[in-house]
């Protein structure tokens, strides 16, 4: 099969990597957990478990790769040693409200490491996004990964540096999402497995990659991208300016993005997770735990999951609300995306508590897909990112509400 892509994903804990054909076929996938995720030097992890991921999944289909594309969390903050500052880690307080750079998503987190790690500072030609410093490991490019002009104020403008003084120089210059960083190196070319070296495509951050992946790229549609957190988002036709919700722009121009989170909705599980196999004296899988959990409405377990499918509701509503407000005509259904989109007695049960039809595509881990969707627009193969989507996103499975099942097990509790 010509024209797969090598799509990688690197989140908190693990990497995700897939290998997927020109029209959106899974081929294989992968994950890879790290091992000290928050580690100082978290970052040197990344590139072999990409590398342990590749040939895991398939080697003999190595020969036709045709390009590679990275995304990942942010902003984390990485020198070219590899120290490591991830985008949860805490910081120092940064600078007065009425900052310049009181916008950005990335300089409180930049001078944070300057301030803690200035020999790495000092020594470093370049500090890196998460993402862009595996592509620089790839293939030796120095780049920043702009989703769209836009969002230059929440990644820093000239003006934001100046005001707490960091040198533009010290930053990789912005490119666009999908830009083509260069060819893969030698070395990991060889460490990778691959017979010739392959353009790396850049996919920019896990939300876009999730947005790109899903599809939800016109206004009117909703998709639930969960992981360490959760965010419900609506593609909209303006900037939502509501508090609660958060406005981003959208990849495409002209639409925008707005997101309610839940920012401790993934770690409130895994935390009940491990108690659970401290109890047992074992390891659990989260199948195994969900489907106990919702078998015995009574427990702790369900009430948990009933608190995170409330808060998804509430989150649909409050989005529902405001495209009301707006005249934003809804796209239903909503595309969820994460590791709970591979759990279908959890989908089900989410459907049920927002009473609204849910959608899972054909990779439930949105970034890899979005990552395919834009290396394909990348090498050229489509004349957008949209386009590409249209052609290569498919949902493959929707899951409508069952309000009397709902009913059924609250009467039972």
Known sequence: MKGIVLCADIGTTSLKAGLIGAGGEIISLS?????KPDDIHAALAWLPALCRAVHEMCTEA?????????????????????????????????????????????????????????????????????????????????????PEARYAESYWTDEQLVSVSIPKA????????????????????????????VPVLCGGPDFIAAMVGTNSLEQGKIYDCAGSSEGVNLCTPVPVKTPGILPLPSVIPGLWNAAVLQTESGRMF???????????????SYAELISWCIANPESDGFELLELLADNLKKSINTLLSEAAENKIKIKLPVVVTGGQAKNEQWM?????????????????????????????????????????????????????PDTAKKHNMLDTK
């Open 170 to 197: 010290k930053l990789p210059p912005f490119v666009p999402v999908s830009y083509n960083a260069g060819k893969t190196i030698p070395s990991v070319t060889k460490q990778l497995g691959l017979p010739l070296p």
């Open 348 to 400: 089900q049960m989410k459907c049920d508590y927002a009473d609204i039809p849910l959608a899972v595509c054909n990779c439930a881990d949105a970034e890899l897909i979005g990552d395919a969707v834009i290396a394909q627009a990348g090498l050229g193969n489509y004349k957008s990112i949209k386009e590409a989507a249209d052609a290569i996103v498919k949902i493959i499975k929707v899951y409508e």
């Open 31 to 35: 994950q890879q957990t790290f091992r």
């Open 62 to 146: 190595a020969a036709d790769i045709c390009g590679i594309c990275i995304s990942g969390n942010g902003p984390t903050i990485v020198s070219e040693d590899g120290t490591t500052l991830l985008w949860n880690a805490d910081i120092p307080p940064s600078g007065p409200a009425h900052s310049p750079a009181a916008k950005s998503l990335f300089i409180p987190r930049i001078t944070a490491f300057r301030s803690m790690y200035p020999l790495q500072w000092d020594s470093s030609r370049y500090v890196y996004s998460g993402p862009e410093y595996l592509v620089h490991q790839l293939c030796g490019s120095d780049v920043t990964i702009l």
């Open 270 to 284: 895994v935390n009940f997770k491990r108690i659970v196999e401290a109890i047992e004296e074992r390891d659990i």
